[in-house]
């Protein structure tokens, strides 16, 4: 597995580097000191995975990951953002512009691998601490609207289930093992809710899991 690096700050992307490179099924291909140069070696290396940071100089990473995100050629990297700020605002915009998970800084060696992998195979991941801030933002705006009319109509009672789960950060295995499920069925009803929602990919589930009060708690 190929995965760039995007991080402005030299002593950390080493550091970065330095990690990946103790697994021997993920490889550095790439090392990016701002988001200009992270879109243009994603285009010329395309990397299964970039480490994305987000507070860098000239285009940040919001702003790069938008712009990766809209290269067809470009539809197979995924985008894990590492960074020192939860904020609700960047955690929002992130997954909005195509971002496959959210990892703060501080993570131990082993989470960011998992992570690395997680995003590899189409899923996503989350830090604790990101997943609380989603949970507040949204609670906000959405309310508890777990029986929301919209969603109970669209959905079945097991297709929301396995929605809140995938907004959770549940991998497939995980979310088969939770529901008692095939790998086969959680697949199937993937794909129904792409399909239904309109949705693009597991990112833009988990926005309309948040926004419509699918993962609020009582």
Do not use: W
């Given at each position: 597995m190929n995965v760039l690096i995007a991080e402005d700050q030299p002593l950390l992307r080493k550091s970065l580097a330095t990690i990946?490179?103790?697994?021997?099924?993920?490889?550095?291909?790439g090392e990016a000191a701002?988001?200009?140069e992270a879109v243009s070696l994603a285009r010329e290396l395309h990397p299964d995975v970039i480490l994305m940071d987000i507070r860098m100089p000239g285009l940040n990473g919001i702003e790069?990951?938008?712009?990766?995100?809209?290269?067809?050629?470009?539809?197979?990297?995924?985008?894990?953002?590492?960074?020192?700020?939860?904020?609700?605002?960047?955690?929002?915009?992130?997954?909005?512009?195509?971002?496959?998970?959210?990892?703060l800084k501080d993570?131990?060696?082993?989470?960011?691998?998992?992570?690395?992998?997680?995003?590899?195979?189409?899923?996503?991941t989350y830090s604790p601490a990101v997943l609380g801030r989603m949970e507040a933002s949204f609670l906000g705006?959405?309310?508890?609207?777990?029986?929301?009319?919209?969603?109970?109509?669209?959905?079945?009672?097991?297709?929301?289930?396995?929605?809140?789960?995938?907004?959770?950060?549940?991998?497939n295995a995980e979310i088969m093992t939770q529901?008692?499920?095939?790998?086969?069925?959680?697949k199937t009803h993937i794909g129904n809710l792409l399909a239904k929602i309109g949705a693009r990919d597991r990112s833009q589930l988990v926005i309309y899991a948040y926004e419509n009060g699918v993962v609020c708690r009582d």
């Amino acid at each position: 597995m190929n995965v760039l690096i995007a991080e402005d700050q030299p002593l950390l992307r080493k550091s970065l580097a330095t990690i990946i490179g103790s697994a021997p099924d993920v490889h550095v291909v790439g090392e990016a000191a701002n988001g200009q140069e992270a879109v243009s070696l994603a285009r010329e290396l395309h990397p299964d995975v970039i480490l994305m940071d987000i507070r860098m100089p000239g285009l940040n990473g919001i702003e790069a990951t938008a712009a990766i995100s809209a290269d067809q050629s470009l539809a197979a990297v995924k985008i894990l953002v590492l960074t020192m700020f939860d904020m609700d605002e960047y955690v929002e915009a992130a997954l909005r512009v195509g971002a496959h998970g959210f990892l703060l800084k501080d993570s131990t060696p082993e989470v960011l691998l998992d992570g690395i992998r997680r995003v590899k195979a189409g899923e996503h991941t989350y830090s604790p601490a990101v997943l609380g801030r989603m949970e507040a933002s949204f609670l906000g705006r959405a309310g508890n609207a777990i029986h929301n009319s919209r969603v109970t109509a669209l959905l079945t009672k097991r297709e929301i289930e396995v929605l809140a789960l995938i907004a959770e950060g549940y991998s497939n295995a995980e979310i088969m093992t939770q529901l008692f499920i095939s790998m086969a069925t959680v697949k199937t009803h993937i794909g129904n809710l792409l399909a239904k929602i309109g949705a693009r990919d597991r990112s833009q589930l988990v926005i309309y899991a948040y926004e419509n009060g699918v993962v609020c708690r009582d």
